[in-house]
T-cell receptor, first 113, second 114 residues
Framework: GAGVSQSPSNKVTEKGKDVELRCDPI?????LYWYRQRLGQGLEFLIY????????KSGLPSDRFSAERTGESVSTLTIQRTQQEDSAVYLC???????????FGPGTRLTVT | GNSVTQMEGPVTLSEEAFLTINCTYT??????LFWYVQYPGEGLQLLLK?????DKGSNKGFEATYRKETTSFHLEKGSVQVSDSAVYFC?????????????FGAGTRLFVKA
């Protein structure tokens, strides 16, 4: 079946602009995760959704970052007033509730100029 | 808090060589342990996992044993191939202390030469 998809695959934006990143999880997966991967570094947890609620937002780096999920499906990660340090690959993953195996999307590469 | 430490790369091996990538963890509970792999141009995918002490995860010729006494989960393969060139991430998840957050190591890049 279809895997996790993310869009856009690449996004170049000017400093100070807002961006929206989209994630479509695997159908039936109730858990959804967002991570950030800076160049040459590991994955940094951002936020976790169980259904449409976010019990763990502890990884969001600042109030410029927000995320929502609707219909236990699509999720959007919004970064307001982007800064150069936001440049990274943003990864989305989904998993079946209670199962910790995560299935990752291909990521969105964000470049802030 | 929970953490994962894995050996720095890059690791460069010749085809058919033995591979070990070290991973140690710190956790207050009883975590599940994972190895994920990221092939060039592709997304991360689960390679193997172990959910309790002494479990051995295995897949595609790779193995890792959950060692609670040494808090380790080293990845091994007896004979690597060029197609194994990728970045390997060790990770842990502990629902009793860390919720559904998965903690990833920094990744180890493996290059296999023909």
């Amino acid at each position: 079946g279809a895997g996790v998809s993310q869009s856009p695959s690449n996004k170049v934006t000017e400093k100070g602009k807002d961006v929206e990143l989209r994630c479509d999880p695997i159908s039936g997966h109730t858990a959804l995760y967002w991570y950030r991967q800076r160049l040459g570094q590991g994955l940094e947890f951002l936020i976790y959704f169980q259904g449409n609620s976010a019990p763990d937002k502890s990884g969001l780096p600042s109030d410029r970052f927000s995320a929502e999920r609707t219909g236990e499906s699509v999720s959007t990660l919004t970064i307001q007033r982007t800064q150069q340090e936001d440049s990274a690959v943003y990864l989305c993953a989904s998993s079946i509730e209670g199962n910790y195996e995560q299935y990752f999307g291909p990521g969105t590469r964000l470049t802030v100029t | 808090g929970n953490s994962v430490t894995q050996m720095e790369g890059p690791v460069t091996l010749s085809e058919e060589a033995f591979l070990t990538i070290n991973c140690t963890y710190t956790a207050t509970g009883y975590p599940s342990l994972f190895w994920y792999v990221q092939y060039p141009g592709e997304g991360l995918q689960l390679l193997l996992k172990a959910t309790k002490a002494d479990d051995k995860g295995s897949n595609k010729g790779f193995e890792a044993t959950y060692r609670k006494e040494t808090t380790s989960f080293h990845l091994e393969k007896g004979s690597v191939q060029v197609s194994d060139s990728a970045v390997y991430f060790c990770a842990l998840s502990d629902p009793y202390t860390g919720g559904f957050k998965t903690i990833f190591g920094a990744g180890t890049r493996l290059f296999v030469k023909a």
